[in-house]
């Protein structure tokens, strides 16, 4: 039984893989998507197509040693980071969730946010349509979770008020700086992480994001790759704040509540 769980995991993991090796041509091709189906796949810089050996998630890279077998000019570190990426929430999903419903939708989901945290990385810029694409396959599986899976109403209001409750904070900073530290992308973007994560455990997201965004800022000033004046994409952040609530929120919280006397 404990191999079978194993090798459940692998799989998973293994079409994480493949699903981040896909991400990453969309990442890269956002602004022509018809290209995903019209070009093949080729090297940035030479422009030489690539064999089908050359394509394999992550162990390509490996064994080319992150060059390309033409031109030998290294291959951008994305590839891999934002295949193992997949491959990893994919597998935290699996431990979390099982083979469900709620599963496959995060999966889906999970997929739309890694475009668009690693394209507000390298472009400073949430794409509004995956973001409402996301929120509209969130309802729709609570619409069928209730109806047909039996779904109890405290759960969909939970997932409700935690959207609320990020993207309402955020709305407000958002208000207050008059977009200058915010922009209205990460309002609806915290909406969609809030609704995921649920409330209470939003709480959680919110400071993880926080928390996380400070500390890796004031890296980068100390570190002088930025200033006090450079923007930082935040959608990084309020996403992996919220993957940290989804996961470990239950029992973060309940830690928390126990050290201070409060747990039950």
Partial sequence: MLVNVYFDYIIVAI???????????????????RS?????????????????????PFFS???????CRFCKKPISVQYPLV?????LIFALLFWKFGFSLEFAVLLI????LMVVLTYDILHF???DFLIWLSIGLWVIYLVVDYFFIQQSLPIILSSLYGGLALGGFLGLIVLVSWEKWMGIGDI???FLLGAISFWPNVLLATFAAFA??????????????????DMVPFAPFLIIGGYVAIFWGDQIIKWYLNSLGMGS
């Fill in 36 to 56: 995903v189906i019209k070009t093949r796949s080729h090297c940035p810089e030479c422009k030489k197509q690539l064999h089908w050996y050359d394509l394999f």
């Fill in 212 to 229: 996380l965004g400070s500390v890796i800022s004031l890296a980068l000033i100390f570190s002088r790759k930025k200033t006090m004046k």
């Fill in 83 to 87: 295949e193992l990426a997949t491959a």
């Fill in 125 to 127: 810029l949430i794409a």
């Fill in 109 to 112: 989901i999970s997929s739309i």
């Fill in 61 to 67: 890279f490996v064994l080319l040693a992150g060059k």
């Fill in 188 to 190: 609806k973007l915290g």
């Fill in 15 to 33: 079409f994480g893989l493949i699903i981040g090796s896909f991400l990453n041509v969309i990442i890269l091709r956002f602004d022509d998507l």
